[in-house]
């Protein structure tokens, strides 16, 4: 049985933006779906909830060098312009009054942002993941929450990945080694205590 301290625990919704959820096409209409349930039964149990984007300023790009493979590339064609709708949060999960968002210039969601201290400073020390995509922002933030003695939940069922054997692979033979893989329902039911 799944159980948690609502007050100690915050849902991470990670990369559900307009240019990610497009790359997923109608998975990722489904993708989103699920995730406005996480959201709900997490503010229902009085859970934090945070946002986490990925985006660059144009001083940004410019200072990448180019052996960053992932994000130099990105940011020579714009698609990481921190301006652009591609960047932005898709708008069934637009961040309510007290949902902090946090912009994150790497693919984790601890490297270039405040949020471990934000965490820390709100007695946090349970994190569940939801993001896209599972090989980029889920993994790393995962390898790095689990480094900082988060303990971190997967929601299986708001990840996804451009290629499903990865997706699969992570949830059932990496991810369990420093975290717990759960499903929505499980969440869902947990949090109505």
Do not use: W
């Amino acid at each position: 049985m799944l159980t948690l301290d609502p007050l100690r625990s915050a849902l991470l919704l990670m990369d559900y933006q307009n240019g990610i959820v497009a790359m997923f096409g109608d998975q990722g209409a489904a993708l989103v779906e699920q995730a406005v349930k996480a959201r709900l039964a997490a503010r229902r149990a009085k859970m934090a909830v945070m946002h986490v984007r990925v985006a660059l300023t144009a001083e940004e790009s410019a200072a990448l060098p180019p052996q960053n493979r992932i994000f130099a590339a990105a940011a020579a064609s714009g698609r990481l312009d921190a301006d652009d709708k591609s960047t932005q949060i898709v708008p069934a999960l637009a961040p309510l009054g007290d949902e902090e968002v946090f912009r994150k210039r790497r693919v984790g969601a601890f490297s270039t942002t405040a949020l471990g201290s934000r965490l820390q400073s709100r007695g946090i020390d349970t994190l569940l993941l939801a993001g896209l995509s599972t090989s980029g922002v889920v993994l790393s933030t995962l390898r790095d929450g689990a480094d900082k003695d988060f303990r971190i939940l997967v929601l299986s069922d708001c990840c996804a990945d451009p290629d499903p054997e990865v997706h699969r692979l992570l949830l059932e033979k990496v991810f369990p080694r420093q975290a717990e893989i759960i499903g929505l329902e499980d969440f869902v039911a947990c949090c109505k205590g």
